[in-house]
């Protein structure tokens, strides 16, 4: 299967960690975060994996240029101008032309989520989108999820003011490719705002069974050295 990771952001709440650092290499017990990705990649059988840059895009080509070569195909894809997540998968369409479907990561996350489980449900029913959820206790910070009893998502919202559930998106997807076409035209298309809520009706939701923690802030990175002792 091939994937998407997504790690263009800019890390601006890890400053100043991140002046010199991109977020998808900040350290966790000495090893870059995005190398957790790899690990789950080799594990899992992701055999193409395409990464897309913006901030301090020197540093993270130089890392790729550097890091030995596991048998994982890496296109590096420098944005000059941010496209948003939906864009970046819309505008490199031709790196799944062919597959049935994709996976798409977002690389500020940690985790040791099963791939396989994710891609054996999303093959298991009919629609065109999986999601990977999970519980959060902070719902109006997060992309929230209702489903029904069949894990049909019947509602979707961003950041909603009055939250219908704590299920939350967790930046974990698999589309199949035709699903490209529905990602609109314009400068910055995001997966959460602009593309989800089309799919309400028409997308499962795959609770991730295993640790999610985004290192987004100081706090976080902290804990993520803790979580590692659980993996």
């Not at 489980?117 to 959060?136: A, Q």
Request: glycine share 6%; proline share 4%.
């Amino acid at each position: 299967m091939k994937a998407f990771l997504l790690a263009a952001g800019f890390g601006t709440r890890l400053k100043p960690i991140t002046d010199s650092v991109p977020k998808c290499l900040v350290p966790i017990s000495g090893r870059p975060l995005i190398e957790f990705w790899f690990d789950l990649f080799k594990k899992y059988g992701v055999t193409e994996v395409l990464i897309n840059t913006h901030y301090l895009v020197e540093e993270v080509e130089s890392y790729f240029t550097n890091r030995k070569n596991d048998g994982i195909k890496i296109t590096l894809i420098n944005e000059k101008k941010l496209l948003g997540s939906a864009g970046t998968i819309r505008d490199n369409k031709e790196f799944v032309k062919g597959e049935e479907y994709f996976a798409v990561f977002y690389a500020d996350n940690l985790t040791n989520l099963n791939i396989q489980n994710l891609e054996n449900f999303h093959k298991s029913h009919k629609f065109p989108v999986t999601v990977g959820v999970f519980r959060t206790e902070t719902p109006k910070a997060c992309g929230i999820l209702e489903t029904d009893s069949t894990q049909t998502v019947v509602s979707f919202e961003e950041k909603p003011q009055n939250p219908k559930s704590n299920l939350a998106n967790g930046g974990v997807y698999i589309f199949d490719s035709k699903v490209i076409d529905s990602i609109a035209k314009g400068d910055i298309i995001d997966v959460g705002y602009d593309l989800l809520p089309q799919f309400v009706s028409r997308m499962k939701a795959w609770e991730i069974d295993g640790i999610l923690h985004d290192i987004g802030t100081h706090e976080n990175l902290a804990k993520a050295e803790k979580l590692l002792k659980e993996f």
